[in-house]
Antibody
């Protein structure tokens, strides 16, 4: 059974870069035709799809975040990552990583990690 | 972006009741729709995908249907563990937007 676990700083200062990693266990990140996805949830914006990356490195981002988001995959560590630059308080949220099927349904989720943007 | 509008935003029901939650897409999404259940403090859990396909392990009291751009999640014979928040999500086009959620509460 595949499992995902987010990790990274829980507190980020305004204008800095938020960096999170999702470690995948129980399966190879390169097996199957899965899309590795980041979602966030805040009280103000509900569930928000941030973007997805394929093991080849092909990625799609939510357009309103695209100028600040970078996703990457490290197949040697079976991990994928999210970087969000120039953060503000509006980026405070619980961040989830997830594995999506070839049709993009989110079958497996990490437990989520709270990131607070504050000085 | 495709807007997903859920109704109601909250609903109260009793154990054993039948509950229906609706999600309307702002444009056609064919059958690219999923439903998720979220318990407090937990990650969402996939219940139904492709409108009506039950995820493995999901009880058969959950079902989904579609009429045009309107999608429905029905829960029959509510159990205590069903009281949670439910979200729809479209995967027709990026970004894969979610509805705002429907909180199912115990009456």
């Amino acid at each position: 059974q595949v499992q995902l676990q987010e990790s990274g700083p829980g507190l980020v200062k305004p204008s800095q870069t938020l960096s999170l990693t999702c470690t995948v266990s129980g399966d190879s990140i390169t097996s199957g035709s899965y899309h590795w996805t980041w979602i966030r949830q805040s009280a103000g914006r509900g569930l928000e799809w941030i973007g997805r990356i394929y093991p080849t490195g092909s990625a799609d981002y939510k357009s309103s975040l695209a100028s600040r988001v970078t996703m990457s995959v490290d197949t040697s560590k079976n991990q994928f990552s999210l970087k969000l630059s120039s953060v503000t308080a509006a980026d405070t949220a619980v961040y989830y990583c997830a594995r999506a099927s070839p049709l993009f349904y989110l079958h497996h989720w990490g437990q989520g990690t709270l990131v607070t943007v504050s000085s | 972006d495709i807007q997903m509008t859920q109704s109601p935003s909250s609903v109260s029901a009793s154990i054993g009741d039948r509950v229906t939650i609706t999600c309307r897409a702002s444009q056609g999404i064919a059958s690219w729709l999923a439903w998720y259940q979220q318990q407090p403090g937990k990650a969402p859990r996939l219940l139904i995908y492709a409108v009506s396909t039950l995820e493995s392990g999901v009880p058969s009291r959950f079902s989904g249907s579609r009429s045009g751009t309107d999608f429905t999640l029905t829960i029959t014979s509510l159990q205590s563990e069903d009281f949670a928040t439910y979200y729809c999500q479209q995967t027709k086009s990026f970004p894969h937007t979610f509805g705002q959620g429907t909180k199912l509460e115990i009456k």
